[in-house]
């Protein structure tokens, strides 16, 4: 089946320490996309590539890294730099006619 | 700053009646729309998307679009109990590419 995974589901991180968070599709799309939740709130932007070996950053990218070496994997690394990383995060895929996302389960991640 | 403005609720209605939701962006040149809805706990899952001023009817859901004003709807009639849900907007921009940018979210609680 076609989809978006990704892993883990739940993730602790020490104070100091750096994440990497997997995101993988079979869906064929170009561009992928990851945002962050915070409860009671909406998702805001972190990085989003259009195309292999292209991202571009979005509203709050301080503090994350990502690359694209691969159409079907955009992994987010939260860095140590990032002060508060405790929320929701989601990877999404969209295909070329510009329409709405495929998102992924999320991950969770905490700090610890 | 592009912005999409929602509601927060909770918007409360009993089953059977008519719930409305309601969102504003402040692009102007935005051309694509889009309505998710999210379980706590779950990712996003997209119900309807809409380009063009007008209605868009697809089952219980309609979704309204009017450029001028800069505001887009959705109408979810005869609600459920399983529509209780958070209710994202989301825009795309004309300066991030094929990135969307999210409200905040109108909570719905159907009542049985």
């Known amino acids: 089946d076609g989809g978006i995974t990704q892993s883990p589901k739940y993730l602790f991180r020490k104070e100091g320490q750096n994440v990497t968070l997997s995101c993988e599709q079979n869906?064929?799309?170009?561009?992928m996309y990851w945002y962050r939740q915070d409860p009671g709130q909406g998702l805001r932007l972190i990085y989003y590539?259009?195309?292999?070996?292209?991202?571009q950053k979005g509203d709050i990218a301080e503090g994350y890294s990502v690359s694209r070496e691969k159409k079907e994997s955009f992994p987010l690394t939260v860095t140590s730099a990032q002060k508060n990383p405790t929320a929701f995060y989601l990877c999404?895929?969209?295909?070329?006619?510009?329409?709405?996302?495929?998102f992924g389960s999320g991950t969770r991640l905490t700090v610890v | 700053q592009k912005e999409v403005e929602q509601n927060s609720g909770p918007l409360s209605v009993p089953e059977g009646a008519i719930a409305s939701l309601n969102c504003t962006y402040s692009?102007?040149?935005?051309?694509?729309f889009f309505w998710y809805r999210q379980y706590s706990g779950k990712s996003p899952e997209l119900i309807m998307s809409i380009y063009s001023n007008g209605d868009k009817e697809d089952g219980r859901f309609t979704a309204q679009l009017n450029k001028a004003s800069q505001y887009v709807s959705l109408l979810i009639r005869d609600s459920q109990p399983s529509d209780s849900a958070t209710y994202l907007c989301?825009?795309?921009?004309?300066?991030?590419?094929?990135?969307?940018?999210f409200g905040k979210g109108t909570t719905l609680s159907v009542s049985s």
């Open positions: 869906l064929n799309h170009d561009a």
């Open positions: 590539s259009q195309i292999v070996n292209d991202f």
């Open positions: 989301a825009v795309r921009i004309s300066q991030a590419g094929t990135a969307l940018i």
């Open positions: 692009d102007r040149g935005s051309q694509s």
């Open positions: 999404a895929s969209g295909g070329p006619t510009g329409g709405g996302y495929t």
